[in-house]
């Protein structure tokens, strides 16, 4: 027997959900071929490396780059939308909506609303977890509650596999692209929230992604992945609770632990005296260039002030370092922050407290993960016709 797949994740340019419903009311009454044109109009002021075409602000461009109904429609999807839609980047929402034919043109030769279209508009459940099928939001989620907390890369290697089977996109840019929009499309909707690099799902993520499943097996679906998102949670505040007392050198040590995994070479713990302010150092290698980094390690939950970042810097010669990192537990003051990537002085890196945990996490330090495999019956095995399957025992 031969398994049948339908083609998903069909739109590149994957857009924002509120930047369509913006759009579906906006094209209204508007024909296909003035929104097309509007676009190609647009897309045809390329620049040149040496003079590149700005669209950051269309307040600006709009009226100097555009005339006539070109102009015109481009200011109403700026005004229209609460200046929240570019009209340099509609093209993934005009391919979303023409696609599942959210817009169909009437008669007179004008866009207007479908009832999928008016279905969206309006957030219906049912016609949005269809889309969010077809676009592969809900795979996204589903390999999201099993890592989460996770980086982009972490969901990578699932979602190219899901993506072999089931789309054209096949190169590894366009796969990573794919990912990284529907990512942003996710968080917007709270499905899953993003803090620095790192994303983690939310309880409306959890319980949307167990609409996966059959009627029969949602709730046991839901309750295993609550039950894991809650678990790691506790796990998380329970990691952040024993740094918070642990010895100050055997701190010291877990960050040299956590700079191996990182693959620093040559890492070593400081003495407690005449380090200059330096607790850790090591080496890392960027391309050809091995450079030497310290690290200061405050084992503290009150804010980390610009003093302390100035003697980390000021102790850089003193051990050959062309750069440095402070670590704590707790987090850092603006005045802190400002001046880490002061303008001709060397950059220091700064990592708090989520973000220690977040590190630790991910390379395993103080932690251990235990894979577990969530079974799931495979619909698409058993829904061949009957016919074909006595052909096949003929």
């Not at 229209?80 to 009209?87: M, Q, T």
């Not at 949005?128 to 077809?134: G, H, N, S």
């Not at 993003?194 to 949307?208: A, E, L, P, W």
């Not at 796990?235 to 007392?245: C, G, Y």
């Amino acid at each position: 027997m031969t398994r049948q797949t339908n083609q998903k994740v069909r739109i590149p340019l994957f857009p924002l959900y509120s930047e369509v419903r913006y759009l579906l009311n906006i094209w209204q009454n508007v024909s296909k071929q003035a929104v097309s044109a509007m676009m190609r109009s647009i897309r045809d002021q390329t620049g040149t490396p040496q003079n590149p075409v700005d669209w950051t602000n269309p307040d600006e461009w709009i009226a100097t780059r555009l005339d006539g109904e070109h102009q015109q429609l481009a200011q109403r999807i700026w005004n229209e939308s609460d200046k929240k839609v570019n009209p340099r980047y509609v093209y993934g929402a005009y391919l979303f909506i023409n696609t599942y034919a959210l817009l169909e043109i009437s008669p007179e030769g004008a866009y207007q609303l479908t009832d999928i279209g008016r279905d969206f508009i309006e957030e219906n459940p049912a016609t949005i977890k269809v889309l969010d099928e077809a676009e592969g939001i809900l795979q996204i989620l589903q390999i999201l509650s099993i890592h989460s907390p996770a980086k982009r890369g972490d969901l990578l290697p699932e979602w190219e596999e899901f993506l072999q089977e089931y789309s054209k996109y096949h190169a590894q840019g366009a796969m990573s692209d794919t990912l990284s929009r529907r990512m942003t499309n996710i968080v917007e909707r709270g499905l899953a929230s993003k803090k620095g690099n790192t994303y983690t799902i939310t309880d409306m993520g959890v319980h949307y992604t167990s609409g996966m499943a059959s009627d029969k097996i949602q709730d046991s679906q839901r309750s295993a992945l609550s039950a894991i998102k809650i678990h790691n949670d506790k796990q998380s505040t329970a990691l952040r609770d024993k740094l918070t007392v642990m010895d100050p050198y055997r701190f010291e040590m877990l960050v040299k632990d956590l700079l191996d995994a990182m693959d620093y070479e040559d890492v070593v713990v400081t003495k407690q005296s005449g380090d200059k302010g330096v607790d850790v150092v090591g080496n890392y290698q960027f391309g050809i260039t091995q450079i030497k980094e310290v690290v200061q390690v405050k084992r503290q939950k009150a804010s980390v002030g610009r003093p302390i970042l100035d003697q980390l810097r000021g102790a850089l010669p003193y051990h050959q370092a062309i750069r440095g990192t402070i670590i704590t537990l707790g987090k850092f003051a603006q005045g802190c922050k400002d001046a880490a990537l002061f303008q001709g002085a060397a950059p220091i890196t700064l990592i708090d407290g989520d973000k220690l945990i977040e590190l630790l996490l991910k390379h395993e330090i103080g932690v251990k993960k235990h894979q577990r495999t969530l079974l799931e019956i495979d619909d698409t095995y058993f829904s061949e016709p009957d016919e074909n399957v006595k052909k096949d025992t003929e």
